[in-house]
């Protein structure tokens, strides 16, 4: 139990396009979803908080204009990156928290982004 | 929520009892010691959770010390899948807890054959 998919694992895109990345939590229900982006040898970063219904919240520093998310359903998140720049390629995850269960996170596989 | 310190990088021959340790020296009475795990390319997954108390799963056993200063989670015997970088994570539970979990360096560790 408790499985998130990301969709797509990996995508090459070139500079100027969008690409949008969809993350599912297969048996449950989230009502809040995290976004992390991992550079090389680095950690995870956290990106933004998105809650099903609202808005999201983006961690400072992250252009919300610039990566989109929607949160339309209590199964489903999605991470636009607008006009994708080689300086966007990254490893992106994104997590899921089961609703009424906020001690518990589970994580996406990622999807490794390459811009050229 | 309280910082945690961890070594970089640690080796440990297969078949062998892999520990691994973090100081958690500010943690506050509520906050649980979390453990997750890192195989290259993949996401996080979740090994394990406690307060207080020791705990043990299929996967590892987390023990804490009286102080819950520090903990310590052990594979009993280490398999070169266990190969990863292995993050413990301090953090308030809770129905209001709404924050995400915060990663900080981890420790690499390397199962050698």
């Known amino acids: 139990g408790a499985v998130v998919s990301q969709h797509p694992s990996w995508v090459i895109c070139k500079s100027g396009t969008s690409v949008k990345i969809e993350c599912r939590s297969l048996?449950?229900?989230?009502?809040?979803m995290f976004w992390y982006r991992q550079f090389p040898k680095q950690s995870l970063m956290l990106m933004a908080t998105?809650?099903?219904?609202?808005?999201?919240?983006?961690e400072q520093g992250v252009e919300k204009d610039k990566f989109l998310i929607n949160h339309a359903s209590l199964t489903l998140s999605t991470l636009t990156v607008t006009s994708a720049h080689p300086e966007d390629s990254s490893f992106y995850i994104c997590?899921?928290?089961?609703?009424?269960?906020?001690?518990?996170?589970?994580f996406g596989p990622g999807t490794r982004l390459t811009v050229t | 929520d309280a910082k945690t310190t961890q070594p970089p990088s640690m080796d440990c021959a297969e078949g062998r009892a892999a520990n691994l340790p973090c100081n958690h020296s500010?943690?506050?009475?509520?906050?649980?010691v979390y453990w997750y795990r890192q195989i290259h390319s993949q996401g996080p997954q979740y090994i394990i959770h406690?307060?207080?108390n020791n705990e043990t799963n299929e996967m590892a056993s987390l023990i804490i010390t009286e102080d819950r200063k520090s903990s310590t989670l052990i594979l009993p015997h280490a398999t070169l899948r266990d190969t990863a970088v292995y993050y413990c994570?301090?953090?308030?539970?809770?129905?209001?807890?709404?924050?995400?979990?915060?990663f900080g360096s981890g420790t690499r560790l390397q199962v050698q054959p």
């Open positions: 997590s899921a928290r089961p609703t009424g269960r906020s001690y518990e996170q589970y």
């Open positions: 048996d449950f229900q989230a009502t809040t």
């Open positions: 998105s809650n099903e219904g609202s808005k999201a919240t983006y």
């Open positions: 500010t943690i506050s009475g509520n906050e649980y």
């Open positions: 406690g307060l207080k």
């Open positions: 994570i301090v953090r308030v539970a809770g129905d209001t807890g709404r924050r995400a979990l915060t």
